[in-house]
């Protein structure tokens, strides 16, 4: 087993035109983790998955996939890995078992180690089998672009955006999928999004790019430490002369007679907070309450950096 599914070292992209849309980025993927790669429209994202994926070319920089350079084994770094694309570009004259088979053969698998059937099973294609691709559902076309990138058996599964669009029930179809494959196959998956419950609920590890570059990569569990960060801001009918105190909770004066109580949801409710004031004998005369969203950990982030 290896310790890194993907490494990636100073990776560069500019466009035709002059677009920069990776600025020298450099990131580890576990193997066998689910990793989350997060960041708004425009941050990079597909341009790195499609760097990886072979489909775009990069300017500067170096990408190992399960150990084989791009550059030094492109034949072999390929096969390593398989791509759900965010487009949904289907041959629209072709079958699912056609374009699996094509797509097998593309990749040299031979016959006796094709595995069409137990895809379309997988995906909930089987009776669509035979349908021609213009006939198919937007949601059954995602889903037939998930069986084609599994035709290789690769050790590295790439999602880009797959739930952006899609109904609550293909969501829950493809993250099962996802957690099967992670489980019982030990492949590492790596998946884009820009919905941070999605990365919160699947990735072991979340990367965050903003504008080209890397603004984070850790454990799910200690961006969301970062992410959750609430504060509660009350005005006091009178200030205390102590301010109150209490685990888990940050105590500050602010200008304008306030007290900012700064604390982490997934530790701390709400309830402990006003909990904390009463017991101090503080009666609150007005309350609200300010939160971390995603723009402003991106923001601090790139303020850090
Ligand atoms: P994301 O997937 O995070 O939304 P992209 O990787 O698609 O971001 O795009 C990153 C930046 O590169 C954007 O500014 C986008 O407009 C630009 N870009 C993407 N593809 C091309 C292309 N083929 N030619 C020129 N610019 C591009
Ligand atoms: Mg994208």
Redesign the pocket.
């Known amino acids: 087993m290896r310790d890194d599914a993907i490494r990636i070292e100073g990776l560069r992209?500019v466009?035709?035109?002059g677009?920069?849309?990776?600025k020298g980025v450099d990131l580890t993927v576990p193997a066998g983790s689910v990793f989350g790669l997060l960041?708004?429209?425009?941050?990079?994202?597909?341009?790195?998955?499609?760097i990886l994926a072979g489909l775009?070319v990069k300017t500067e920089g170096r990408v190992t996939i399960w150990g084989w350079d791009q550059d030094v084994n492109p034949r072999q770094s390929r096969a390593s890995i398989g791509v759900m694309p965010?487009e949904l570009n289907l041959d629209p004259f072709f079958t699912p078992r056609g374009a699996l088979e094509v797509q097998a053969g593309l990749y040299g698998v031979p016959k006796s180690q094709r595995r069409s059937e137990e895809i379309l099973r997988m995906v909930g294609l089987e009776d669509k089998a035979e349908a021609y691709a213009r006939t198919l559902s937007g949601g059954m076309r995602r889903r037939l672009l998930l069986g084609k990138a599994l035709v290789h058996h690769p050790r590295v599964l790439v999602l880009?955006?797959p739930t952006a669009g899609v109904d609550i029930e293909l969501r829950q179809m493809l993250w099962d999928n996802v957690r099967k494959l992670n489980r019982e196959r030990g492949m590492t998956i790596i998946l884009?999004t820009?919905y941070l419950e999605e990365a919160e609920e699947m990735c072991d590890e979340i990367a965050i790019?903003n504008h080209?570059a890397l603004v984070a990569q850790d454990s799910t569990a200690n961006l969301l430490g970062q992410l959750d960060a609430k504060t509660m801001v009350i005005e006091p009918e009178e200030m205390p002369d102590t301010l109150p105190q209490a685990d888990g909770i940050t105590v500050e004066r602010r200008d304008g007679g306030q007290l900012a109580l700064s604390y982490h949801a997934h530790k701390t409710r709400a309830e402990d907070v006003l909990a904390m004031v009463r017991e101090a004998g503080i009666l609150i005369r007005d309350v609200r309450t300010e939160q971390a969203d995603l723009q402003d950990v991106f923001l601090s982030l790139t303020r850090s950096a």
């Open positions: 992209k466009y035709d035109g677009k920069e849309a990776l960041g708004p429209n425009g941050a990079g994202k597909s341009t790195l998955i499609n775009v965010q880009d955006e884009t820009h790019i080209g």
